[in-house]
Structures are given as C-alpha cells and as structure tokens.
C-alpha cells in the first residue's frame, strides 16, 4: 500500500465552524443567555442539592477553574432562596445570674432591632422618670417622715437610756464615736483624777453599777439599730415603689409587646428585678466613683450598659432566606468574635462586643464558601464541621480552641444554626477529603460535579453564541458577527482538543472575547470579525511563548541536536508537551536505541539515573513484552537494549513516547533507518497496538513548525494514534502545508503500519509455519535476535 494513502487529508485536520450556518448576522440580535451551558448533570445534582433539607445533605461543588462553579452556585442559590422563609433575628443580652455567660434570643426578622431600639429608649425614659419622680416633694416627704419617725424613736430610746444611767450613778454622753457613761457622785461629773483618788472600794462600787450600764446600752444599741435597719427597708420600700411608678407604664408596654416571646419576658421580669437592686445607678454618673472591676470586665461607659440589646444578626432587610458567599473564611469570621479594647493595660470586653460569623449570617439560609479557603485556615475546617454535627455555633476564640488562653472570659450562649453549606472546590480535594475525613462523607452528601466539556452541536453553539451576547451587554463590547461567533467557537473546540467537544472553561473564552474587543476597538470597527478573534488568540500565545522562541532558536542553531532530514539507524524524533500553565506548546526530542548481546533486557536510562516517572517507566517494561510475545515463542530472549532521552536534563513522564521509544529498537535490530523528517507519538501496549495520547494537537505544531523553519520539502510529517483524529483542532498554517503536500499526518493502528511508514520497509505478517516474509522489518529483527540467542547458547556451552 502506498505510503500516502495513509495520511490524513486537510478536511479532517480541524472542524470548521462555517459562519453561514449561523443564524444571525451578529450578537446583538439573540437574547442574552444567563443560564448554565454543557453543564445537565451538574444542575439536575443541585437541584436535588437545594431541594433535600435532611441533615448531612451539604453540596460540594467540584470541577476545573474557569467553569462557572461560582457564579452559577451564587445565581442558581438565590433563586433558592428568594422563596424561602426570612430567618429570626438574634441578639446578645446581659445574664444577671451569670455575668460572663450572656443569654441569646431570638425575635422574627426586623423585630431585633425594635427590640434593641425599645430597650434604649426604656432606659432613657427611666433615667429620666427616675430624675423626676425622686426629686419631687411628695418622695422627699414620705422620705423625711420615714426619717423623721426613725430619729424619733432613736431619740426616745436615747433618753430612755440616759435616765437608766443616772439611777446608777451615770451620766450618759452620745457621739458620733458611741455612747459613754460618766461616773457621777454628788451632782458631779468625776474626772479621770478624780476617780483614781477614790478608794478601792468605791471605784469597785462605780465599775459595778458599770456594768449593769453597758448591758442597758447594749441592749438599746440593739434595738436603735433594727430601728436603722427598718427605716432603710421603709426607704428602701419606697424608692422602689417610687421607681416602679417611673418605669410603671413603659415596662408595662414593654411586656405587652413582647407577650408572644417566652424569653424576652423572662429577660424583661430580671431587668426589672436588677433596676429596683440598683437604684443607686441611675444616680448622676459623672458623680460615680467606681471601684476597679476584675480583669476582662470592661469598665468603661455606663453601669446602665447591661440593660444594652446587642444585635447579633439582623435579617429585617432580608425578602428570603440569605445567601453569604466568602473568600476569606478565617476562624473568627467563620464563627464570629469577642472584640477587646485597652483600657488601663488591660484588655477588656462585655457582651455589647460579640460580633457575628459567616454561620450566624447564614443562619436559616446558604453559606458558599470556597474548599481551598476553608482548608488552609486554622481550625476553620473543624469549626464548620463541628457546627453542622452539633446544630449549634459557639463563639470562642481561636486561643481558647488551641489551649494557649487560660483567662477567664465570656462564653456567650450557643445559637441553634440550620443552614445549607455550599463548598466549592475541585475533584483533587473532594476526593481527598472524603478518603481521609471520615466526618465529610456525612456532611457533604451531594456532589455536584462540573464537566469541562460539552457536545459540539447546533443547540450548544447557539447557547454559546448567546453567552457571547451576553458578555458584550453586560461588559459594553462591540458584539461579535457570525465570523467572530465561529473563531470563537474553533478556539472553544481547539482548547479541549476535541472535534466534537467545546469547552466549558469559560473564564478562559471570555479572556479571548476581552482580547478580540479590544483589537475591534484598536481599529475603530463596528463589530468584533473572525480576524479579531484570530489575532487575540495569536498576541495571547505570543506573549506567552518566550521559552518556545527560545527553544526553536536552540534547534535552529544546532545546540539542541534534532535531525529533519536523512535516516539514521536507532533514532527517531518523539514528540512531547510543555505545559507552562498560562501556555503550552510541543516540542521534538530525540530518542536513541541501541541493542546488543545480552540478558539485561531494555534498560531505560533516564530511569537508571532516577529521571524517569513511573508512567514512562511502565512503558518502556512494556517493550519488553511486546518483543518477547512478537519474536521470543521459538527462541530464548537474549537481547540488552538501552533507550534514551538525548539531551533532556529535566526528566520525562508519560508513556507517550513508548512507540517511538519501540520503533527505535526495532531499527536497531533490523539496522533499517528511520526517516528523520517524520516525528512519532503514541502509545503502545504488549499486543503492538497503537494507544492515544494527549496533546496531539500541540505536538504536530510543535514539530511542524521547527520543520517549516528550517524549509518544509514535502517529506515532512507525524505518526499519530488513530484514535486522536477526533482530537485534531491544528491552526491554518498546518492545514494550509498539508493540503498542498507540504506536510504529512499519518495515522496507525499498529507498531507494524507505523515501522514501515519510518523506513518505507514493509513489517511483514508472520506466516503459518511461524516464520517472517524475507526482507521485511520483523525478518530482520527475528534473524538478529536469534543469532544473539544462539551465540549466547554457545558460550554457554564452552
């Protein structure tokens, strides 16, 4: 069979997007598509994700970047959410039992605030009704008759006392220091001299009588001071009833408001208990002098402070359930805070300072948030998943978490959560975690999995078409016309390297569609054209291909040693991929055998000095089996062969290359050169037959245009697995060379249909009797093999 009726003729290099088949001049006339494109598994799996409300029922988002896992997550979750119910409200408020644990409650969305609002406005009422009502006259006469009863009863007691002292013999003498008796002995009052000159026995009388005295005044001491103690219960009394006449009518509005809210009334009955206790706070303020409170108790502002709503979460603005979507997950913004302040060296804090999570926000609604994020902050991973096992969120922070806070501070009072958490991320990390988190399998139940590609088909290119619609409206760009939609929709194809395939990437079209505007803009025309799209896609790979500039020059000038011309025994062009991230191209290497006497079989030297991966090293042991199953059914095996890489430093991977690596030892036993102006790619497998490969588009670029640099003569071209025709999208250049001859795309099937396209030798089928046709390639490598096999033998034998 000729050699050129195998290769490939121009038509099947590329698909074509014809832009007559377009049905539209250009985009300005479709409606702009807002919807997921290619994506039919991935939105049926986050339907069922938002639909399922069962615990453990999370979605994971996975795919490649650039495929609208974001944006699609946040639209298709608002929409979700616009018909779901507003969640409650939460607020923070002092606990008069325990100080350092505050109580949460919950109000209907937009009440939190009211409540907050209704609290302030309470405490200012009461502040100045309590101004009023305590300097008025009718308190301060009910006060000073309270007072004024009291003294008089002191009063009496007093003088009751003092006539007890004279029947002694005392006179009795009231300070501010206590009560003394004086010993008095006609009429007189006896100095300290006077009563030492007395005898012993008189001043024994005296200290006597003495005693009886000091009983007498203890006793009334007593009885003045539960007369003290009663006066300051009665006014004590009546302050409060002063003070609940104050706050009488508000508090009792307050209670009516709030009937339906167990909590809050409970909440409103200790506020009220706490005021009539604390009277004294609502006093003049600035008059105030507080002692120091313990560390971390804030003592700055008002004692009146703790009557303060803090409002936690407030959803009054809300029309449906909410949707958080963050970037920035750290610990404190997953779970929310306790702020501090300085005061005095000291850091100090109240409940009026806990600030809310992305969980406390997301409460009763969607929390999206990005899987790399949540993982490579501290403890936020394990926060979240603590809180989707519990049902509840508790603000502490990180410090006490990690056991390096040992202070006393607050630990405000768990808030029940119950929300839809959305991870996103790619197929890496989901399937890590669910292997090695034995708690992600139970939280994360659905998996919503983007696909990069889609069918190429009319009803896709339209969507496509109108996606590009929608760019330029949403982005103001020139439209594109039916040319520009083609390129854009080749490129599409030419990026996933499938025919019949578009890629779903469309971050990375729409970089192109900015490009392709801008050069419309440059030159001032209308529309964005196909020639447009053309030289976007052309500057883009420009800016980017400084290291393959450089490594054509290095071929050109002969550093890197690559033959395009002649044969040569045991060497032939392979073909491999770059892939720089922003940009990847392919290039030729050279790949030498050579075969001897032996038992050491095929010895691949780039795995001898550790450069080899393990891909590329299951493909060369792979030869060995080829060749043993092929030629060794008759004869022992006694062949050393080794392989290498010539001048690649950087190691190789991939068994792309274990073809050609396999044409070059059987060149070198059948000593038929290869033809250097063809290049090789493909895989093998042990029964000969020819595997594909990836990249194939790439690499016939990449050996193509070293050939047409150093002048393309009509013998050049590539072997290609036949299976990768599907996968060709080459540029025009390409396609232009090979449709006037200039270049050659042959496809195989087998390692025979590829050996005698490189030496123009047929392979030869092996007969009935076991034997190769003479002359051909698997003659010759049989002949050599069993003369090593035989010379072996004899040496053994000597």
């Not at 300097?135 to 004024?148: F, M, N, P, W």
């Not at 600035?286 to 936690?312: A, C, E, M, Q, W």
């Not at 983007?450 to 439209?479: V, Y």
């Not at 803009?521 to 291909?545: D, F, M, P, W």
Request: aromatic share 8%; with cysteine; proline share 4%.
């Amino acid at each position: 069979m000729p050699m050129s009726s195998k290769e490939l003729s121009y038509e099947m290099l590329k698909n074509e997007c014809k832009p007559d088949i377009l049905p539209f001049d250009d985009t300005s006339q479709l409606e702009p598509l807002d919807d997921l494109i290619g994506q039919e598994r991935a939105k049926r799996a986050m339907e069922f994700g938002l639909a399922v409300k069962s615990k453990g029922y999370n979605i994971y988002i996975s795919g490649l970047t650039g495929t609208g896992k974001t944006s699609y997550a946040a639209s298709c979750i608002k929409k979700a959410a616009a018909g779901g119910k507003v969640p409650d409200d939460w607020c923070y408020v002092y606990n008069f039992e325990k100080p350092n644990q505050p109580l949460a409650l919950n109000l209907p969305a937009g009440m939190g605030r009211t409540f907050q609002k209704d609290m302030e406005e309470f405490i200012k009422t009461l502040k100045s009704e309590r101004a009023k009502a305590f300097d008025s006259e009718d308190y301060e006469r009910e006060k000073s008759a309270i007072l004024k009863e009291f003294q008089e009863k002191r009063n009496a007691l007093l003088e009751q006392l003092g006539n007890e002292a004279e029947k002694y013999g005392f006179k009795a003498k009231v300070t501010n220091a206590g009560i003394y008796f004086l010993p008095v002995i006609d009429g007189k009052t006896l100095s300290e001299q006077e009563y030492g000159a007395l005898d012993n026995e008189a001043r024994q009388e005296i200290n006597r009588k003495s005693e009886t005295v000091q009983l007498e005044a203890m006793s009334a001491l007593r009885k003045i001071k539960n007369i003290e103690k009663e006066a300051e219960e009665k006014v004590e009394e009546w302050e409060q009833k002063v003070a609940m006449f104050a706050m009488g009518i508000q508090f009792s509005d307050l209670k009516e408001k709030y009937r339906d809210f167990p909590k809050v009334i409970e909440y409103l009955e200790k506020v009220r208990t706490n005021i009539l206790e604390n009277l004294d706070d609502f006093r003049d303020e600035d008059s105030d002098r507080r002692p120091p409170l313990p560390l971390f108790k804030r003592i700055s502002g008002s004692h009146t402070d703790k009557y303060k709503v803090n409002l936690l979460v407030d959803n009054g603005g809300l029309t449906g359930a909410p949707v958080i979507v963050d970037f920035n997950p750290t610990y404190s913004n997953l779970v929310g805070k306790l702020e501090y302040e300085n005061e005095f060296g000291s850091l100090v804090t109240d409940f009026t300072m806990i600030k809310p999570g992305l969980l406390h926000l997301a409460n009763g609604g969607y929390l999206v948030l990005q899987a790399k994020d949540v993982l490579t902050n501290l403890q936020s991973w394990d926060a979240l998943k603590r809180v989707l096992k519990t049902g509840r969120v508790a603000i502490e922070n990180m410090g006490e978490q990690l056991g390096l806070a040992t202070f006393s501070t607050l630990k405000p009072e768990p808030i029940p959560v119950d929300m839809k958490v959305v991870l996103i991320g790619n197929d890496m990390l989901y399937h890590l975690l669910y292997e090695l988190d034995e708690d992600f399998k139970k939280f994360f139940k659905v998996k919503v999995d983007f696909d990069d590609e889609m069918e190429r088909n009319e009803e896709n290119i339209l969507k496509l078409a109108r996606f590009i619609s929608g760019f330029c409206r949403r982005e103001k760009a020139l439209h594109f016309d039916r040319t520009g939609v083609a390129r854009v929709v080749e490129y599409s194809s030419r990026h996933i390297e499938h025919k019949e395939k578009l890629s779903t990437r469309f971050n990375d079209l729409v970089e192109i569609l900015i490009e392709a505007n801008t050069w419309a803009q440059v030159e001032g025309c209308g529309l964005v054209t196909g020639e447009h799209v053309k030289k976007a896609i052309a500057e883009k790979e420009y800016r980017s291909n400084k290291y393959n500039s450089r490594m054509l020059e290095l071929l050109s000038e002969g550093t890197m040693m690559i033959d395009t011309e002649g044969e040569v025994v045991g060497q032939v062009n392979g073909l491999s991929i770059i892939d720089l991230g922003d940009y990847v191209f392919g290039r030729p290497s050279r790949i030498t055998a050579t075969t001897y006497m032996g038992e050491s079989g095929i010895v691949n030297i780039e795995r001898e000095v550790d450069m080899s991966g393990t891909f590329h090293s299951k493909g060369v042991l792979i030869l060995s089996g080829y060749i043993g199953q092929k030629y060794a059914q008759e004869i022992p095996l006694s062949l050393s062969a080794s392989l290498c890489f010539e001048q690649l430093y950087s190691g190789v991977e991939g068994d792309s290359a274990s073809s050609a690596e396999l044409y070059a030892i059987l060149s070198s036993l059948s000593d038929a050169p290869i033809k250097q102006s063809i290049a090789v790619t493909g895989s093998v497998n042990q029964k000969g037959e020819i595997q594909p490969v990836g990249g194939v588009t790439r690499k016939i670029e990449g050996f193509f245009e070293l050939c047409r640099m150093r002048g393309l003569n009509g013998r050049h071209g590539v072997i290609i697995p036949h299976q990768n025709i599907r996968n060709l999208m080459l540029k025009d250049e390409v396609i232009e060379a090979v449709k006037k001859g200039l270049f050659h795309i042959y496809p195989v099937r087998t390692i025979d249909q590829g050996i005698e396209i490189l030496t123009g030798i047929k392979a030869g089928e092996k007969g009935p009797d076991g034997t190769f046709p003479p002359d051909t390639i698997n003659y010759r490598v049989y002949r050599k093999l069993r003369r090593f096999a035989e010379t072996v033998a004899s040496y053994e034998k000597k």
